[in-house]
């Protein structure tokens, strides 16, 4: 794994702004974007990355939800792919705007009731369904 570039953080809340999201500076290097009164995305600038087996990142970059599932990212590009191999790229910018227009959901596995992991998926470019193993249920929300 190769260290992310760091996320322009001033940009990011200037799309929030212009797409009607509520993020807050929550210091230098943490963007944190309310979705909803329980859904967080933040843009994480200049993380120390450790590896296993490999060499420790300093000045990293991630986004991730800011809770206890696991989903993050390092990268600047999204793609989405739907069963049929057909994909969608998105850049990190994209995916606040498509947040905002409904483009981009918010998918949710659950687990005998309890949270396991939160990621996003594009509306018309997901695989999510295949991957489903006894009780476990997905649901999927649109931020408005």
Not at 92 to 107: H, K, P
Not at 132 to 144: Q, T
Request: charged share 35%; with cysteine; aromatic share 10%.
């Amino acid at each position: 794994m190769r260290k992310s570039m760091p996320y322009d953080l001033d940009l990011v809340r200037e799309q929030c702004k212009e797409v009607g999201l509520n993020s807050e500076l929550m210091d230098s290097d943490t963007l944190v974007i309310r979705l909803a009164d329980d859904v967080t995305l933040r843009f994480i600038n200049n993380v120390t990355t450790h590896q296993l087996d490999g060499p420790t990142m300093d000045d990293d970059a991630l986004i991730d939800f800011g809770d206890d599932t696991p989903w993050h990212t390092h990268g600047h590009e999204f793609e989405f792919a739907d069963p049929r191999g057909h994909y969608i790229s998105k850049d990190y910018l994209d995916l606040v705007a498509g947040i905002a227009s409904g483009e981009i959901l918010i998918a949710e596995l659950w687990n005998k009731g309890n949270l396991k992991e939160r990621w996003p998926i594009h509306k018309d470019y997901n695989d999510e369904f295949d991957y489903l193993e006894k009780d476990d249920e997905i649901r999927v929300r649109r931020i408005f």
